[in-house]
């Protein structure tokens, strides 16, 4: 086995040739397979450490002065280098770094092969949460407990990269021979290491029984789960008194067990409304212990009954947290055995016959690809279920990957033989199987949208988080286009160079391409792509020039114009629909063209290679067809019940717009399609009421009062011992045009109160401007070593990369919008207080708003009490509820919008949360009084 030499600097800054130079040394050296020899040396910069970097390090000037310059260690640093593999978290950083510090020593350089970690832990465990060197560590179970000190770090990445090591053995021949053939791509130098793994396996005939090779790849074997059995159950009294009592199964399988009264409640509600046939509206505060509370009766009536039911959530952190934690428990705790599948969208699973062919025939790929061909081919050794959220991949990955998903395969025939390993086709088995089916709203709403034609048949649904039924249901009845996604499928089709797709098929078949002329399909693509990209710049040049009051800026920064056909200028309009029907003419020529193509191919052979040109034209005629109607049912179409908006970035390209289009109510579709032809539908949720009353909820979704249940279900916490409201009384009015000196004295409070709970704050803001002029304010005047600064859409990084850096600082501030108002969960002391900047109004000029108010006020209704001041009261509940996550937790709620005490309808937000003590005085008051709370 060959040399390692594992490294790791820490340094006064990142760039060598400005000037940065290196404070400490650690060096660990691997020889057969063991930690032989560790080297650590404190390094003399001759230059003051930074203060940035002394807080991450802990290292001070005072424990370098001392200390040997670089030139005085040289020698042995080259020496224990020698014949080995350069191994570093970042090989690129710390290789780069010391080779700049030994060419000035010395006049030379390493020349040694290298090998990357975090590379390697993207590709051999694929399933990690993430690849800084602490979280491989705690995933691996490595201990870490000096983190960034070069000795610490560089011990760890050794014991990190051993495990590497033995994972790489462990693999098949099959999976090691496919990595070799894409190793000259990738930043470690593998060749030598997988050749010798091989050889070692070509003389051994054992193999995995837990794989299957299939084509040249290796797949984890599909194993059938365990069929039910009908329970003999007394019934569902006593079986909720079996799990649920103080001495029930549950408190014999959960530390710290209490019986909480509303669960059993909300259990027995669900229980009565799928024996009386009711559909049901059930609010459950946070702490009830909801997800239990309707698993129990979905699976007690699924397996008694058999009789599926569904559940739908509308994040998938909900769904795996059912997966992961809720259902293995009810296997423990349950008298009987039961099944349970998910089912998601074709988009999330793997075509095997997509991405066979992108391994052996794809060209001309990036690093990121080449790193993602890499991480799913270990990945499929692993996987049962193919689903792309069980990995992270490179941004460029998750580009490559709508080129091999499901959802891009298009039709498979049930013989052939990728239809047997199709990880699609086995989710939508065990779906059927399953007594307990968990998918998301989108899934459902497109089953409901689509005739019921993807779900297995069911009569009894639950659906969580259901506040976002209605949003999630509208924009499935609706549809949106946009630019990029029209030029990305004519690009994928492609033109007459290899590597492009048409050039492959017609390459296969040269006498069907003498028939069809390659230059005709260039051409065609050429004009599809110069109309659409002419359309949607004309479309954005007029967006632009309309008047501002007709203009929203939405909270991710797009500008939205609401247009009516019958409204807009006829002369410009008339220009707009010209332009549409000439893409859609191009487009239909397209299909034509791969229309001839199919039938020649049907009429010339029946291989295996022709059925896959054949599916492959069939999905792109289906999508071309597809972007047909969308641009006609958009731009050509009127229908008095939709409203259709343009989006389009203020900032980006001049073809960067998005076409939408939603129905102005869902009510009757949803009453229709949904709750006439299901027994029972269950919709929970933390926030469905305001003052108490679930009308508003009712009315927005068609449900009928005399056939639903209405449950409310008080939290089991003590809210008014955990949680204070303060309301400032002497801020500026931000209606005259005072926004600078709002946002001056919102920064001023956040400041105040952030100095008492130590940061461990999150600040909501209805608007993405407003956030972004707040953090850049609040940048200026507080110093960044007091308090960490992390705001949403300005510091990089997914919601849940944010919310995890937000708690690995000890004082940090958090600003967030939009998605950040719920499903953010920062538990016990890492979050101590929440500011809401504005109630959260949505914007009267909001396209979808301004439909649904027109609509509202034609019926003689106020469109305020009915739309917006329901709306606003239970987005400010979600964002109320971020703060109280367990009865331990304690804090404050600052609202920095004095309308909540001052307007009318202020008590409507007051009274629709716990009863807690309101403080309203000003910010110097608030400010006392937190402390001393606190």
């Known amino acids: 086995m060959p040399k390692f030499v594992v490294v790791d600097l820490e340094t006064t800054g990142h760039t060598p040739k400005k000037g940065d130079k290196i404070i400490e040394v650690g060096m660990v050296t691997i020889e057969n397979g063991e930690i032989v020899h560790q080297f650590h040396s404190m390094v003399n910069p001759e230059q003051p450490i930074p203060s940035f970097i002394s807080q991450l390090t802990g290292i001070e000037d005072q424990d370098v002065q001392d200390a040997p310059l670089f030139d005085e260690i040289v020698d042995e640093i080259v020496h224990l280098c020698q014949d080995a593999y350069f191994v570093a978290h970042h090989v690129q950083f710390d290789l780069g770094f010391l080779n700049h510090a030994i060419q000035e020593t010395t006049g030379k350089s390493l020349d040694i092969p290298v090998l990357d970690t975090v590379e390697l832990g993207r590709i051999m465990i694929p399933q990690a949460p993430g690849y800084k060197l602490a979280q491989l560590a705690e995933y691996l179970d490595v201990a870490h407990d000096n983190p960034h000190r070069a000795l610490a770090d560089a011990y760890v990445t050794a014991k990190i990269l051993l495990q590497f090591i033995h994972k790489a053995k462990q693999l098949p021949y099959e999976t090691l021979q496919q990595l070799s053939s894409l190793e000259r791509k990738l930043k470690s130098d593998l060749h030598e290491l997988l050749s010798n793994w091989m050889e070692s396996k070509a003389f051994t005939i054992e193999e995995r029984a837990d794989l299957e090779i299939f084509r040249g790849i290796a797949l984890k074997r599909n194993y059938e789960e365990v069929q039910r059995n009908v329970p003999e159950v007394e019934g569902f009294q006593p079986y909720l008194d079996h799990l649920l009592g103080n001495d029930g199964s549950l408190s014999k399988n959960m530390d710290r067990y209490e019986e909480r009264g509303s669960q059993r409640i909300m259990a027995t509600t669900i229980y009565d409304a799928f024996q009386s046939g009711s559909h049901a509206l059930i609010e459950a505060e946070t702490g009830t212990g909801k997800s239990l509370a309707y698993l129990l009766p979905a699976v007690y009536e699924a397996v008694t009954k058999q009789n599926r039911v569904v559940i739908s959530t509308h994040t998938t952190h909900l769904q795996s947290q059912l997966l992961d934690k809720e259902v293995p428990l009810l296997h423990k705790i349950l008298p009987f055995s039961f099944t349970s599948a998910l089912f998601k969208g074709k988009q ?36 049962a279920t193919g689903d792309i959220d069980e990995i992270q991949l490179p941004s460029s990955g998750n580009i490559f990957w709508r080129r091999i998903s499901a959802e891009a395969e298009g039709y498979i025939d049930p013989k052939s033989p990728w239809f047997s390993r199709s990880f699609y086709q086995r989710a939508r088995k065990q779906a059927q199987q399953a007594d307990l089916l968990i998918t998301n709203h989108s899934l459902l709403c497109t089953d409901i949208s689509e005739n019921y034609s993807l779900l297995a048949s069911y009569n009894k649904l639950i659906i969580d988080e259901a506040h976002h039924l209605e949003a999630t249901a509208a924009k499935h009845f609706g549809r949106k286009i946009d630019y990029v996604s029209i030029q990305y499928l004519l690009n994928e089709m492609g033109a007459n160079s290899a590597g492009d797709w048409i050039y492959g098929l017609l390459s296969s078949y040269p006498e069907m391409a003498l028939k069809h002329d390659i230059t005709k399909w260039d051409e065609l693509v050429q004009n599809a792509k110069e109309e659409s990209d002419e359309l949607f710049r004309f479309l954005f040049s007029y967006v632009v020039k309309q008047h501002n009051a007709h203009i929203s800026l939405n909270d991710i920064g797009r500008y939205q114009y609401r247009f009516q056909n019958d409204q807009e200028n006829p002369q410009t309009w008339s220009t707009v629909q010209e ?14 063209f ?25 999905m792109y005629m289906e999508r071309m067809e597809e972007v047909i109607h969308s641009l006609d049912h958009l731009l050509l179409s009127e229908e008095e019940s939709i409203v259709k908006w343009i989006e389009i970035e203020a900032y980006g390209a001049k073809n960067a717009v998005f076409l939408h289009s939603e129905p102005i109510e869902i009510a009757s579709i ?55 409201l303060m309301i400032p009384n002497d801020f500026p009015n931000i209606k005259y045009g005072n926004q600078e000196d709002f946002i001056h004295a919102t920064c001023e409070a956040i400041y105040s109160l952030a100095t008492i709970t130590r940061g461990r704050m999150l600040v909501l803001f ?7 002029k707040t953090y850049s304010a609040m940048k200026e ?6 308090f960490i600064l992390i705001a949403q859409g300005v510091s990089s990084g997914s919601r849940s990369r944010l919310k995890k850096n937000f708690q690995a600082f000890d004082q940090a501030i958090l600003f967030g919008t939009s998605s950040f108002w719920e499903g953010v969960d920062i538990p016990g002391q890492d979050l101590t207080s929440v500011v809401i900047v504005r109630l959260p109004f949505q914007p009267p000029d909001h396209p979808v708003y301004k439909a649904k108010s027109e609509a509202l006020k034609s019926q003689g209704k106020n469109a305020f009490m009915e739309l917006s001041l329901p709306n606003a009261v239970i987005r400010f509940k979600q964002g109320f509820g971020r703060l109280i996550r367990s009865s331990q937790d304690r804090g ?41 709370w606190l």
Not at 908 to 916: N, Q, V, W
């Open 670 to 724: 949803m009453q229709d399609q949904l709750f006439e032809r299901k027994e029972s539908v269950i919709l929970t949720s933390a926030t469905l009421t305001m003052k108490d009353s679930f009308t508003f909820m009712m009315k927005r979704l068609g449900l009928e009062e005399s056939s639903t249940i209405q449950q409310k279900i008080q939290s089991p916490f003590h809210y008014e011992h955990q949680v204070q």
């Open 892 to 932: 404050v709620v600052m609202v920095c919008d004095d309308r909540i005490m001052k307007a009318k309808y202020g008590k409507y937000f007051i009274d629709s949360i716990p009863s807690i003590p309101v403080h309203f005085e000003s910010t110097h008051q608030l400010m006392e009084e937190a402390k001393r």
């Open 579 to 592: 332009m549409t029907r000439r893409v859609s003419f191009y487009l239909r020529d397209l299909i034509q």
């Open 348 to 383: 999330h699973y793997i075509s095997l016959k997509k991405f066979e062919f992108e391994l052996y025939h794809g060209t001309s790929d990036n690093y990121d690809i080449t790193l993602t061909k890499a991480m799913l081919l270990v990945w499929l050794t692993e996987t």
């Open 766 to 772: 209805t608007s993405y401007d407003m956030l972004k």
């Open 594 to 618: 791969l229309h001839k193509c199919k039938n020649w191919i049907s009429l010339a052979e029946t291989s295996e290679e022709a059925s896959r040109w054949i599916e492959d034209i069939r």
């Open 781 to 786: 005047f507080i110093d960044q070593e007091e």
